[in-house]
């Protein structure tokens, strides 16, 4: 019942309390995460809108352009813009080289001009003099009606010179020429001129910040060039990196190489846009604005122009950069584990915020929920401590209440016995029944035997009251121990007899005294006689000892009958403890003795033991302190005061 209390009481309220605190916390957490996905959402919005408003001039833009016109992107951003037909992707310097290559073929074969190579190229075939090559050209030349066409001639001319090894200055100085000519001076394959020289002239061991300058001007007109064109830049890049003079010229070399590469690098990727280019159609294609990201250097590539014909292409990264305050960290594409979808607009395209997708911690919350939870521990753990203080409480109150009722059933059994044999007794006297003066003796002896028993059952109980509440005066005087020993012995003569003991008593000589109150070390020694006599069951021996040992003066007190278990040593010793032995339970007591005996002892600074095994009978030991004294009235142990022996 006790039981079911506690547990109602404290341990309920207690698993309540732990069971709603974890409920509040994990709401709490819960609620975060969703605000936290509320805010990448918020954030994956903003970084959409952002990213279609920094694209949608660049569309609008671009697609306005015309090359053809000389004009250059208007955005930095933009990498080119293509034409869609059907389902091929036109690359925009595809047009552009056709149309080089188709005027340069068409101004060769015009009339006027082309016998006058044709017949330079057949004498080219036959062994002759060098003049009459170089005279042949020099006539082309004359004849040509068109730049284009007498920049053809001196190419032609420049190259004979050049492969007859004759007259290498006039070759050089005709490639130098061709240096100046413009990006749309092409041969029939429509490289320019301009960069077939420049890369002679290298290979002739021929570099000048000429040659560097022609090549820096055909990469500045355009972000890109047809990928002949840049195949021989990258050719000429190298070697003028290779042929520089000083470190100057190395830097400027190398940064040429590396535009050069990164030409190459954007010809590939287009090319390879243009094959993969049916699979994104039906995407661009889409009436809402789209971009699909395509590439290891990642494009945008989105659609404008009626039904979406143009195509335009714009630097991933160079757009990303702009958009760093809408919260986003990098752009990834679909393979990267974390990151959101941006959505519609831009399939496959994820933007990494902060959080990186996962829930974060937010340590200061964190420690908050920490110290909440410590709390909380420490609530618990209090509660629990309090629980069990409680339950010990109310164990020992329970104990205390039973041994209080064992306590007065046995103290109205001791005082009845005594008194029912008084009584018989004395009426037995009364009503003059007795024979002789022998068994009136013998009956007064029993009646004044019963008495003493009374009187020394009511001091006992009487000391032990007082002594508990602390309202024990003490009267301590030197005193001879044996004295004390004596007397109870005298008080218990009768008893003793009567069940027949024999007490074996050795008391050694020259004692000291020491200082005590005498009535109740008396009084300890007849609780351990007394007990001697009820627990000897069958044995009739007691040995009664007072020595001397380690500066202690000890009194032992011996008996041979039913002993205690080792488990009920110490507990014999509280008050209105009895043991639970079988045997015990036909014995009368009130559970007081030892406790006085222990309150006596205590008192006078000393200790008592015991020594005992069950059916082999139980030694007891009260140990005083030799130099221990005390003076008249004194509450507790004082230094003796000298007195005569043998008072
Ligand atoms: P009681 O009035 O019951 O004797 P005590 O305080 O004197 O009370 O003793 C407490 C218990 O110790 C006893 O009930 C008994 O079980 C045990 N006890 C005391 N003295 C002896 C002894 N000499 N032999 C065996 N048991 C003893």
Redesign the pocket.
Known sequence: MQLVLLVAAVLVPCAVLVALSVRIIGQERELRVKRQADEQQQIVVRARDALLAALKPILLDEVRVDLRLGQAYRHPETVFVGWAEEDRLVLPWEPERDQAARNCRELISQPGFEPAISACEQLGNQPHELSLTTGCYERAVAAASHPQQAAYARWLLAQALDAAGGRPEQAAQLFRGLLDEGPEVTDADGIPLGLHAARVLLQGGAADGRIFSRVERDLAARPWLPPMSSFVVTEIAERLARAAKNPEEKRAAEELTRKAAALVRLLQQAEALQNDFPRLRAVLSRPQPSWVTYGDEVWLVGAAGPQGTAIVVVRGQDVFGRLAATGVTRFADSRDPGGELLGEAFPGLKVVMASNGSFIEDPAGDLQRRAFYAALLLVVLVTMFAAYLLWRDLKREMRSSELRAQFVS?VSH?LKTPLTAIRMFAETLQLGRCGGPETQSDYLGTIVNECERLSRLVDGVLLFSKAEQGKKTWRFRPVELADALQAAVRALEYPLSQQGFQLHMAIEDNLPRIAADRDALEQAIL??L???I???GDARDIDLSLYRENGEVVVK?T?H????APE?HAR??E???????RE?QF???????????AQIVKAHGGRVT?D?AVGK??T?YLRFPVEHAGEEGAPGPRPPTPEPRGR
């Open positions: 046995s001791e609780n351990l007394s007990n001697a009820k627990y000897s007190v008996d009958g039913i002993g205690i009920e014999i010793f008050k209105f403890y009895r043991a639970a032995a015990n014995i009368p007591g009130t559970g007081l003795g030892l406790a006085l005996v015991v005992s009978g139980s007891f």
